[in-house]
Structure formats: C-alpha cells, structure tokens
C-alpha cells in the first residue's frame, strides 16, 4: 500500500473498530465495494502496519467472576524482573510496565473471592521486590474499548 490511508480504508477501519466480526461481504455492501477489494484492503491495512486485527476474549467466558487491578510498587529488584514473574502467575491478564508511579499495572481474574485473595495476598505480594500494591476490584464492567493506533500513521482527510 504505501500511502495515506483513504476515504475506503477509514471507514473500513471503523466498521471494523464498531465491531470487529463484521463480514468482509457486510462491510463490502455498506462501501458498495466488492468483498475482494475489502479484503485486499484488509490485508494491505495490516501489512502496512496501519491496523491491526487482535482478540479480546470476555473474562467472565473464562469462569472468572471477579477481575481486579493492582498498582505495583516495585523496590530492590528490576521492575522487568519483578514483571516477568508476576505475569507467570495463573489468573493474570496483563503486565504493563509503567515509566512514573506506579511502576507495574497488573489486570487479573479471579473465580471467586478465596481465588482473589491467592492472587494478591498469596502470589503477587510475596513477589520478591514487590515494596507495596494498591488493589482495586471491579464490581461490573460496563464497557470495555481498546484502540490503537501506530504512531506517524498520516491520516487521509474526509
């Protein structure tokens, strides 16, 4: 592809972004393109690094029933060590590893309330060069929406 993404290839991107299990044929009529041409276009979007096409599965699918962050203060130990042991442990979601204060994000699920308290009292807190945690546990979510963009990407005027 090589150029600035246009008009098609926008409101493909955000089709697909409203839901991302859109048919190529839907999103074909709706653009009064072919399905081909949504696919090629699909296609050249990621190959171009321009998009990409990810999975996020519901936590509640995996049987958690509670899902929960925990600010991580890391002392002592490499934030990147501390991380990497941290995201081993069963029922974490994510590691993000942060430049300020909080040094590490963690998202986790957990089945039930004892599952909760293996995770944070038990595994993530007796992590050698965990200094403190601040935990927060969600009681429902009510949306959830990830966008990325890859940066220096020129955006085609509408």
């Not at 699918?61 to 600010?71: A, W």
């Not at 957990?110 to 992590?127: F, G, H, M, P, T």
Request: aromatic content about 6%.
């Amino acid at each position: 592809m090589g150029k600035t993404p246009d008009k098609i290839d926008l409101q493909i991107i955000h089709t697909l972004r409203l839901d991302g299990r859109t048919p190529n044929k839907t999103i074909a009529k709706c653009l009064n393109v072919s399905e081909t041409t949504v696919a090629a276009r699909i296609r050249a979007l990621t190959d171009e690094n321009v998009m990409r096409v990810t999975l996020q599965r519901d936590v509640y699918s995996f049987g958690y029933q509670l899902q929960g962050f925990l600010d991580v203060y890391v002392a002592g130990r490499s934030v990147d060590a501390v991380a990497g042991e941290i995201s081993a442990i069963p029922g974490v979601l994510a590691v993000a590893i942060y430049l300020g204060s909080p040094d590490i994000l963690v998202s986790f699920g957990a089945r039930d309330r004892q599952d909760l308290s293996r995770i944070v009292d038990r595994d993530i807190a007796r992590v050698s060069g965990v200094q403190r945690l601040d935990s927060y546990v969600a009681l429902d979510i009510r949306k959830f929406e990830s966008a990325y963009m890859a940066l220096g990407v020129k955006r085609a005027a509408d």
